[in-house]
Structures are given as C-alpha cells and as structure tokens.
C-alpha cells in the first residue's frame, strides 16, 4: 500500500508544461470572469442565464389594452434586472399608457405587481423615449410567470403608437 506524501512549496513556483493533478482545491474567490477563457467549454447548467424578454405592439396601430404572459422560471432561481419602456409615438393629450409587470403563479392568474409603481407614458414623454421603471420585487422561483399589463386612458389627443417593452431577467440554471 502507497503512503501519500504531502509536500510544501513556499514562494513563488513556475511550471512550464502541463500540469495534470488528479484533483485540484482551489479557494473561494480564486478564479474570476478574467480567468475564464472566451473559449472554456462550459455547460449552460453552470451557467447564469440573461434573458430580455419583450412586448411589443406596432407602429401602425393605436397601442391597446394587454395583458401578455411573457416568461416561465425554470432555473432554481431567478431575478428581475430591468423593465424599461418607449413608444415611438409618444401619446398627447391627455391620453396615456400604463405599462405593470407582475408576477403570478399557480392558482394566481392576475399576479401582483412587482414595481414600486407602474409606467406611465403620457404627453409629457418624447417620441421614442426610453422609461426605466423601479423594481421593488426583484426574485423568482421556479414555475413563476412574467405578465406585462397595459392600459390606455384619455379622451383627448393622439393615441400612443409603438409600443415596446423590454424587461431582463437573471435566471440560476439550477
């Protein structure tokens, strides 16, 4: 029966060659983005996963009421990063477009919001300007549901048209 030898290097140490340990310890923190190379062959259940998901409705058309299930979770875990929103023509009047995210389950078809509070884009925006909303529930779990709601209000002016929503989700593969 071989005895196992533990030996200690101190200092500096330069291999030149390979190196080929039949098991490796490395420390918590040791190995960053840098270390790894573009090239690594990692499998995508290593991976965190970045979706932008998106709602959108045309340029020709008034935009209209919504309420579009955009995502399923299937990793362990995942977080919500952004939502940001933008009509390329922008509503005037007292006309308006309210844009929620909310996140629903099982049993849970409506959901509830996970905004401090929804997007309002009214004549106060810019054609094409983008809107950034605030995330005050940004976690999910498995088998949560993205929905974006839209509503339109107002009697007087021009309608929106153009609509574009764009929210990114951090997904955990597992």
């Known amino acids: 029966m071989t005895q196992s030898v533990q030996s200690v290097l101190r200092g500096d140490i330069v291999l030149q060659g390979t190196l080929t340990p039949s098991g490796l310890n490395v420390p ?8 790894i190379k573009s090239s690594a062959a990692i499998a995508a259940t290593q991976l965190q996963h970045q979706h932008v998901l998106k709602h959108s409705q045309s340029h020709s058309d008034d935009v209209v009421a919504a309420k579009d299930p955009l ?10 990063a952004d939502i940001e929103v933008a009509c390329l023509d922008a509503p005037s ?18 959901g509830s919001s996970v905004l401090s509070s929804s997007i309002v884009y009214g004549d106060s925006k810019n054609n094409a300007e983008v809107v950034k909303g605030t995330i005050s529930s940004p976690d999910l779990v498995d088998g949560d549901i993205l929905l974006v709601t839209v509503t339109v209000a107002g009697s007087t002016g021009n309608d929106a048209k153009g609509l574009v929503v764009t929210v990114t989700v951090r997904e955990d593969a597992e």
Do not use: C, F, P, W
């Open 28 to 35: 918590a923190g040791a190995v960053d983005d840098d270390a």
């Open 71 to 80: 995502y399923i979770v299937r990793g362990l875990s995942a977080t919500i």
């Open 93 to 110: 009047g007292d006309k308006t477009v309210t844009v929620d995210l909310k996140k629903a389950n099982t049993g849970d078809k409506d």
